[in-house]
């Protein structure tokens, strides 16, 4: 049964995103019972279907576009009943929305019986498709570099190919974010608070406008600002380059890729250590090589440095 709901719920509201990007809102508005409310933070409350009417019509006078929901997440509340929640973005404006109820009426079909979402970003003019994709920079730290705590193989060439996408965003003012990891524990083998170790390599260190996301877990996402800042940008594609591959790259990719956002992993821009399981060992670069083939399996786009620019 909750398969079922579940896939009905989400087959609305796909047929409400469907009805808003063909610009028809009086089918949008249709979609509300008729003692619907909705919030929208930060405008207010709308505690009427006429209300709501009011508002999308007058939004609608701004020609936002292209909604897209990413990290939709369902949960059943009784057979006639579900609340979604999810990321949001336009071409204008994006967010994330906190609740919509949507109820199962007599005549068969879901409509909205409540609405809250949130307004993080207004833009003046709709974001190019370039300022749609951004380059996350995977914990390219001292510790894993030449004299630190942890060494990797081939890290310095891995920064140097990563540091020339680097310089590609930053002429083209396209969105970097750097990802840190730092461990709570002052006794870690490595990335231990208040460490050199823990410093972002001088070869891809960040510029006073660029994004850096601290993290205390392997998951980038993981209790951290990530996400939000994603949704701030209206980020919808990651080019993700850094280390390690076989743990934040490989689960960075893997969250992204869940929650919608498509990703493309840079082959010679990633590092990993040798390793040995057993009586079986492993080189940095199989270690690699390994961990990229995985990822092709789980959605993701594999690219070289020089091939990614030459396709721009």
């Not at 199962?104 to 974001?127: I, R």
Request: charged share 20%; with cysteine; net charge negative.
């Amino acid at each position: 049964m909750s398969q079922s709901i579940r896939k009905d719920v989400m087959n609305a509201s796909q047929n409400w995103i469907n009805s808003f990007n063909s610009g028809d809102i009086q089918a949008c508005i249709n979609r509300y019972l008729p003692d619907a409310f909705m919030q929208v933070h930060p405008f207010g409350k709308f505690n009427s279907k006429q209300e709501i009417s009011d508002f999308w019509q007058s939004f609608a006078k701004s020609n936002p576009s292209n909604l897209v929901y990413k990290n939709v997440q369902i949960k059943i509340l009784n057979e006639r009943q579900a609340i979604l929640s999810a990321n949001w973005s336009m071409n204008i404006v994006s967010g994330f929305i906190s609740k919509e109820l949507w109820t199962l009426a007599d005549d068969g079909q879901w409509y909205l019986a409540e609405d809250d979402f949130s307004v993080l970003t207004q833009l003046t003019e709709p974001l190019t498709d370039e300022k749609r994709t951004a380059l996350v920079l995977v914990d390219f730290q001292n510790d894993y570099f030449e004299g630190g705590k942890f060494e990797l193989e081939a890290t310095e060439q891995a920064a140097t190919q990563a540091s020339k996408l680097l310089s590609y965003f930053r002429k083209k003012n396209q969105p970097v974010i750097h990802i840190q990891h730092i461990f709570n524990d002052e006794k870690s083998q490595f990335f231990a608070p208040n460490s050199l170790g823990i410093e972002i390599h001088p070869s891809v260190f960040p510029e006073e406008n660029e994004t850096i996301i601290v993290k205390h877990h392997i998951d980038s996402f993981t209790q951290t600002a990530l996400e939000q800042t994603l949704i701030e940008l209206g980020v919808h594609n990651l080019v993700i380059v850094g280390a390690m591959a076989q743990a934040c790259v490989q689960t960075i990719c893997r969250t992204a890729t869940h929650k919608g956002y498509a990703c493309t992993v840079v082959e010679d821009a990633i590092a990993a250590p040798k390793l040995v399981y057993k009586d079986e060992s492993f080189s940095g670069k199989q270690m690699v090589a390994a961990n990229l083939l995985s990822l092709t399996f789980g959605g993701a786009d594999i690219s070289s440095v020089d091939s990614w620019i030459n396709n721009q």
